[in-house]
């Protein structure tokens, strides 16, 4: 059996209670529910989900040039579980009930300060299937010197204080076997990037 054949979970999923928890920045649920498994029993089961909508994130590159644009800022969570700096990322942004694509248009502008009209998209993942609902579409695009049309920076009243960074893909696939990159979404782009677009003289790690 392909992959794409995979049997369907809606008839071995049924749900019989749903308690939301928390609704105040984003929404998380408590359920109960029945699972059947794969010999055929039924086990009640429960599960608490945090819903805070689907992003998208984008690497923007200049193959002549071979570098990629990255951000760096604060993260709270980050910080609570130990991390003492601030993070580098891709830019990225939730979906605010707008198409990926749109999305990450405005998004990578605000906070980076280019523009672009055509972001490709690589793939889409889930990024914390156990207990977050949020699917990520992952996208790349070129940039040149002319896309720059702000410093970028995110949004102020949001509390984003964002840095852009601008490093050769050398380096920053060299700032990943070092830890100094550890977010996932960005580890995922930058192999891609190692692997698709810069080919042979970037390192994969």
């Known amino acids: 059996m392909s992959l794409s054949e995979a049997p369907s979970m809606n008839e071995r999923v049924r749900i019989r209670k749903v308690e939301t928890l928390s609704d105040d920045w984003y929404v998380l649920k408590k359920t109960t529910f029945d699972l059947q498994r794969r ?109 720059r049309v702000s410093a970028g920076g995110g949004n102020h009243v949001e509390g984003e204080d964002i840095e852009v960074l601008e490093l050769s893909i050398e380096d920053a696939m060299a700032a990943m076997e070092r830890g100094e990159i550890a977010d996932g979404k960005t580890i995922m782009l930058l192999q891609y990037a190692c692997i698709h677009l810069f080919g042979q003289g970037a390192k994969a790690v």
Do not use: C
């Open 39 to 147: 010999d055929g029993s039924w086990q009640q089961q429960s599960r608490e989900t945090y819903d805070r909508g689907n992003g998208a994130t984008i690497l923007l590159y200049n193959l002549a040039r071979r570098t990629v644009v990255l951000t760096r800022q604060f993260r709270f969570p980050a910080f609570v579980n130990g991390h003492p700096g601030l993070l580098i990322e891709a830019a990225a942004g939730l979906l605010d009930q707008a198409s990926p694509e749109e999305r990450i248009r405005a998004e990578v502008e605000e906070e980076t300060g280019y523009r672009i009209d055509r972001p490709q998209k690589v793939f889409e993942a889930f990024m914390s299937p156990g207990s977050v609902t949020e699917k990520l579409y992952f996208f790349v695009a070129e940039y040149d010197r002319d896309s």
